[in-house]
């Protein structure tokens, strides 16, 4: 979640990762990770409020950039959950630097869960037919990549018009929908697409890094989360 709204909140600039552990008595290791870019910022009188459920940051330009919905919650969440400390730096106009710290046991080659040289998840995604729908290139390429590599076969559109537009000769299996789009939204792609016939009941995954209303998934046609 985290990396994820820094690629999409930053339009210029770059997003770095940068990992380190610190060995502790007894076994134990002390896990940090950084998450800086350079996105357009948030307000520091919005970073108190952060990590609350449904809260949307006061960021530049509502239009193209909406808010953090449930998204931080849950991470915040999941390190309480882990006893981890999470801490966030930012500045308008300049970037935000999340940091997180973690506790964790210490593991070895041994200890690691012998797994398939070939996923299981290839096998079932071969010739399945897969329209990504998102107005971020660069989620595109990654969803394209991704999903080429379990052999499936993608369509790529940059907004809801050009979605519906490729979806009428064609037949999907899956959509993966994102919900913020200039020209038309999620929601409304969504719908128009469940119009069109044989799209009945093909599943339409959401993709978003905020809180989506019931109402609003109503309204796409049985759209899914």
Not at 179 to 190: D, K, L, T
């Amino acid at each position: 979640n985290l990396v994820s709204n820094a690629i999409k909140y930053t339009e210029e600039g770059e997003v770095n990762i940068h990992a380190d552990a610190v060995p502790l008595a007894g076994g134990m290791v002390e896990l940090h990770i950084a998450i800086s870019d350079t996105s357009i910022g948030i307000d520091n009188s919005e970073l108190p409020h952060l990590f609350e459920a449904f809260t949307q940051a006061d960021i530049v330009n509502r239009q193209f950039y909406q808010g953090t919905g449930l998204g931080l919650a849950i991470v915040r969440r999941l390190l309480d959950a882990m006893n981890g400390e999470i801490e966030v730096t930012s500045a308008v106009g300049e970037g935000t630097l999340f940091e997180i710290t973690l506790v964790l046991e210490s593991g070895n080659a041994e200890q690691a869960i012998e797994t398939s040289e070939e996923p299981v998840v290839q096998h079932r995604m071969a010739n399945v037919r897969v329209l990504v729908v998102d107005d971020n290139k660069v989620n595109r390429y990654f969803l394209e990549r991704l999903l080429t590599s379990y052999e499936a076969l993608v369509t790529t559109a940059e907004d809801g018009v050009m979605a519906t537009r490729v979806a009428r000769p064609e037949q999907f299996d899956i959509v993966l929908m994102d919900i913020h789009m200039p020209r038309m939204n999620g929601i409304e792609a969504s719908h128009n697409i469940r119009t069109i016939p044989g799209y009945e009941n093909v599943p339409i995954f959401a993709l978003s890094a905020d809180a989506v209303s019931r109402d609003d998934v109503r309204k796409a046609g049985r759209a899914r989360e």
